[in-house]
């Protein structure tokens, strides 16, 4: 899943790594929305929340929308830059490793985080969650060569509108439009189902759950970084 590159992935592989971290961008995407009252994987959202409060005057509040998306790039930037190196020194565990530190970055900062009132740190949170969103959709895109982009909703709505158009088409079209319409479904299914289950648990054991959302991405990640370096 964390492995295979570009078109020696297969469907199958691809929709298991859109399902899961898909629902992890969900759930984090709503926890920071709960806390902090911003979206962290929506990045639309926030470069129009920008241009809204900086057209009414709020140009501190308008650079902070404008700031998480500084922030989400610069995760991007710094993962793909990562990613770069890896494939030069053809370390395949490169993506597996991305996702481990995504992982790293949310336990500590749940651990923190546990020790102290979220509402105090609010800035520092959404900022932290945008920058590990960049990471991790940089990761997804990187490694499925752009089929998988797991914080990318309002595309995957577009895509999804466009394939049920395709499959009104003939045989070809219906054969091509399949996959992609079963992709981009699931993982918009997923991110809706992981932003209900991550604003659900996170009433349930607060902010724990950067602490089991990390472990569940070091579940994912780390026995792919080991299987990556096997004969």
Same mark, same amino acid.
């Given at each position: ?33 709960? #806390? ?8 639309? &959202?926030? #470069? ?5 409060? +900086? ?7 308008? +650079? ?10 610069? &995760? ?6 990562? #990613? ?25 900062? &749940? ?17 932290? /969650?945008? +920058? ?7 990761? @997804?895109?990187? #490694? ?7 914080? %990318?909703?309002? *595309?995957?709505? @577009? ?27 699931? @993982?918009?299914?997923?991110? @809706?189902? &992981?932003?209900?289950? *991550? ?18 991405? /070091? ?9 990556? %370096?096997?004969?």
């Amino acid at each position: 899943m964390l492995i295979k590159v570009g078109d020696t992935r297969t469907s199958n592989i691809d929709l298991v790594l859109a399902g899961l971290l898909s629902s992890v961008a969900g759930a984090l995407n709503a926890v920071g929305f709960l #806390i902090a009252g911003s979206f962290t994987a929506n990045m639309t &959202g926030n #470069i129009s929340a920008f241009a809204d409060q +900086f057209a009414n005057g709020a140009v501190p509040i308008a +650079f902070s929308f404008l700031g998480l998306v500084v922030t989400f790039i610069w &995760g991007a930037f710094i993962a793909a830059l990562a #990613i770069q190196v890896g494939e030069r020194h053809q370390l395949h565990s490169v993506y597996a490793l991305a996702i481990a530190a995504q992982a790293i970055i949310l336990l500590l900062v &749940g651990t923190t985080l546990a020790m102290v009132s979220a509402i105090e740190h609010e800035t520092f949170l959404v900022i932290v /969650l945008s +920058f590990v969103m960049g990471i991790q959709n940089a990761v @997804t895109t990187m #490694i499925s060569r752009a089929r998988v982009r797991t914080t %990318h909703v309002s *595309g995957m709505a @577009t895509d999804i509108g466009i394939e049920l158009a395709a499959l009104t088409g003939d045989e070809a079209s219906r054969q091509e439009a399949t996959p992609k319409l079963r992709l981009h479904s699931l @993982t918009l299914a997923c991110f @809706t189902f &992981g932003g209900f289950f *991550g604003a659900l648990l996170f009433q349930i054991v607060g902010n724990w759950i950067f602490i089991l959302a990390a472990t569940f991405l /070091l579940f994912i990640a780390l026995p792919e970084a080991f299987r990556a %370096h096997r004969p």
